[in-house]
């Protein structure tokens, strides 16, 4: 049986009320020896900080965050607050509206420029929040900035630490010898499959998450750690689920009501472990809490109208005809249907079996993330705690709160 968490809901006293509070300033200094430090602050070196007052433009805030995500481990939130750093270092703002005004700005080009805007607008809406509420402790306003800057970079350099939280959550949770089910790939689930396997024997499917197929990246990590692993297709959910203990997810974003954000595919998966009463838990960073309220995949802001429509050509209805000499109405004959054979149920009289795959234009009319619903959730794991969906909401309006 899966093991029942002592404490849920809200974050337990321990747990810091905000990140805000601690994010950008005493959690960073707990783990500013750590591996994790060393690596961003080498990202950081050769990009030195000029305070003094500019009269150029702001730098294309999408190619700094280009930059940033060059390195796979940078997550995109952390890539977001990293490229608002040098905004403010590059900034020639004299006041705090001025400050907030570019950051507002250059936040609006990366959601804009970026395919997929959602764990980004997380990093931009947490960091602003942060700026918009850090004390003054300086007359002079360009060494508030550089103060600003300074404690930017030091929470980047803690990200790895909330993964490793993360994991000792998951931990207690997964029990010997367990069948897990995860989908596509996740850096948090990677490091919480790996931490249990050192004391736990264990056992992994994981979807093969198409398009992208990024099941086959955490598949051959898994594999070379030595962790029995297979790969499902993603419409064999439902038959492995009976064989699952437990379903691990990781996600592009937590949102205010409870719900997940996460590959196209969690969905389908969280809905069929809760017909099957298995335990479904997410997995997220702190800095993935969104302030986002979607009641269904149409609230995303990866929608458009485009997605998943259907062609606009009508068919064209049967008229009857009205004969005038005999004031009689004929009806109208259906023209006659092709006989469907097996074979011509896949393939049409112009399709070979080499067309079987989807084109470009077709996928691009798929979604690549979905929303799922906060009652399908079990509890969250995160840095600040082990969350129930109506923790995570609390959680979130406690942090953008005025």
């Known amino acids: 049986m899966t093991a029942t968490p ?18 950008f300033g005493s959690t960073a200094k707990g783990l500013s020896r750590s591996s994790s430090v060393v690596k961003i602050n080498t990202i950081l070196e050769d990009q030195p900080f000029d305070f003094s007052p500019k009269t150029t433009a702001t730098p294309d805030a999408y190619t700094i965050y280009q930059r940033f995500l060059a390195n796979e481990s940078t997550p995109m939130p952390i890539a977001a607050i990293l490229t608002l750093t040098e905004v403010i270092a590059s900034s020639g703002a004299g006041t705090m509206f001025e400050l907030v005004e570019a950051m507002k700005s250059a936040a609006t080009v990366l959601k804009t420029k970026s395919p997929n805007p959602i764990s980004l607008t997380a990093g931009c809406d947490l960091f602003i929040r942060f700026v918009t509420m850090a004390r003054q402790d300086y007359k002079d306003f360009t060494a508030h900035k550089a103060d600003l800057v300074r404690q930017g970079k030091e929470y980047a350099a803690t990200a790895t630490g909330c993964r490793e939280k993360i994991a000792e959550h998951a931990f207690g949770f997964i029990k010997e010898d367990a069948i897990i089910l995860t989908h596509s790939y996740s850096r948090v689930v990677m490091q919480a499959l790996l931490r249990a396997n050192k004391r736990k024997r264990i056992s992994v499917y994981v979807t093969e998450a198409r398009p992208r197929g990024l099941g086959m990246k ?3 990590a898994l594999t070379a750690a030595g962790i029995p692993c297979t790969v499902v297709l993603d419409s064999a959910v439902a038959y492995c689920m009976d064989e699952v203990d437990l379903v691990l997810v990781g996600s592009e974003a937590v949102v205010e009501s409870g719900g997940l954000i996460n590959a196209v ?21 702190s800095y993935k809490f969104l302030r986002l309220f979607p009641l269904s995949q149409y609230d995303l802001p990866t929608h458009n109208p485009g997605m998943l429509a259907l062609p606009s050509q009508k068919p064209t209805l049967l008229r009857p005809r009205f004969d005038s000499r005999n004031s009689t109405i004929i009806p109208s004959t259906p023209r006659p249907h092709a006989v469907t054979t097996r074979s011509s149920m896949f393939f049409s009289s112009t399709q070979t079996q080499q067309s079987s795959s989807m ?3 077709q996928l691009d009319k798929n979604p690549e993330v979905d929303y799922t619903r906060p009652d399908l959730i079990t509890l969250v794991f995160s840095d600040v705690g082990i969350l129930t969906p109506d923790g995570i909401s609390s959680f979130l309006v406690g942090v953008f709160a005025d």
């Open 218 to 220: 955490t598949y051959e």
């Open 6 to 23: 002592p404490r849920t809901g809200a974050p337990s006293p321990k747990s810091p009320k905000s990140p805000l509070t601690t994010s």
């Open 265 to 285: 595919g969690t969905l389908s998966m969280a809905i069929i472990a809760k017909a099957a009463n298995k335990p479904f838990y997410a997995l997220a960073e």
């Open 359 to 361: 084109s470009a234009e």
